[in-house]
């Protein structure tokens, strides 16, 4: 079993920077893709970024591309979104998924993925 643990969220102002972290523990036999998703009272989950297991690849949605980036340290089992220039609509509860992973290679939808965190509140006022 694999557990995924977010953290970083806060509340900041628009143009603000935070980074939020995600850690891997458990059985961690192999390597894992991982992913960053948002959700709002009002929206469903979406896709954010997603990052490969050797850290080598990764995929960004439009809204996001430019201004977030993903990286990871395996060593340490985490992966990082940095987030610049932050808007207020980037106010939402963000999550971490992972999935092991054999062919190396991003996954950018909810379903490509196993575990989940509980997730990080991010609010950015404006």
């Known amino acids: 079993q694999v557990q995924l643990m977010e953290s970083g969220g806060g509340l900041v102002q628009a143009g603000d920077s935070l980074r939020l972290s995600c850690v891997l523990s458990?059985?961690?036999?192999?390597?894992?893709?991982v992913g960053w998703f948002r959700q709002t009272p009002a929206t469903e989950r979406e896709f954010v970024a997603a990052i490969s297991p050797a850290g080598t690849r990764t995929s960004y949605a439009a809204s996001v591309k430019g201004r977030f980036s993903a990286s990871r340290d395996n060593a340490k089992s985490t992966v990082y979104l940095q987030m610049n220039r932050l808007k207020p609509e980037d106010t939402a509860i963000y999550y971490c998924?992972?999935?092991?992973?054999?062919?190396?290679?991003?996954?950018?939808?909810?379903?490509?993925?196993?575990?989940w965190g509980q997730g990080t509140q991010v609010t950015v006022s404006s």
């Open positions: 998924a992972g999935v092991g992973s054999v062919t190396g290679a991003v996954v950018v939808t909810a379903r490509g993925y196993n575990y």
């Open positions: 458990g059985t961690l036999d192999g390597m894992y893709a």
